[in-house]
């Protein structure tokens, strides 16, 4: 009986992705190459291989969903957004906390924002999950960065040709006062904004495949955040539908314990782990007759 496969690719966009030169396009505004804003050492031979599977698996894909952080230029956790207590500009990777904050180290450049700011990092500081990190403008909207990795654009376009089904596609980040790291909700959900809160309908689609193979990147970030939000909603009896594809998502330089912690985590709570070659081979299993020559 055929299963329904679901695969995940979180975030497979060109700024989180170390491309080689024959990947960046000229700037026809700045002079030069385009380049990737937060590149993630590995991340282009993880969305090869993702690409590979698509082609060589797909017909026994059942789903294909794609996340795709989406930022405006101005974002609480970008540089443009605070000044140093000097008024300087505030480096990309620097970490800001409500107490730097109410010292005066670190402003919002906008004064008004100040109370909205401190109550959004108590907020944050109170759930445990992160502190504030200032990282380099990434997946602005209309960007070439925000764009999907072109091999595995083209292979998830080929496989919607051939099944007649389109991918789903999962916008996260446009609100500008919140972290969202996770694709089922922002880091501190804003109660005025549904975008920020809990995507029932992602969760919904997940809930109903037998296994979700889940890709992308970062493994310290937001593949991180969104699969411990599955799996929290999944719960113990469900969890062993998510197989995390290891040789298929990366971290982020110098978080390469928390990544591993997080995989470690999740196995021990019951998610899998597994390989690119093992997931093929449950594609092509799950592939119907002469579907399976892709």
Known sequence: MRRNLHLLIIDPQNDFCDL???YLPDNPAGGGRMGPALPVPGAHADMLRVADLIKRGGAGISAISITLDSHHRLDIAHPGFWTSAAGGEVAPFTQISAAEVRAGSYLPRLPAALPRVLHYLDQLEAAGRYQLMVWPVHCEIGSWGHNVHADVRSAYNRWEERTLRSVAKISKGSNPWTEHYSAVQAEVPDPDDALTQSNQAFLDSLAKADCIYITGEAGSHCVKATTEHIADY??????????????????????????R??????????ARTADVADVLLDLLGNADGDAKET
């Open 20 to 22: 080689p030169a024959g």
């Open 261 to 270: 912690q997080f995989v470690e985590d999740m196995a021990a709570r019951g």
């Open 234 to 259: 999944f719960g113990p009896q469900h969890i062993g539908k998510l197989v995390l594809v290891t040789d298929c998502m990366s971290p982020v330089s110098g978080f390469q314990e928390q990544y």
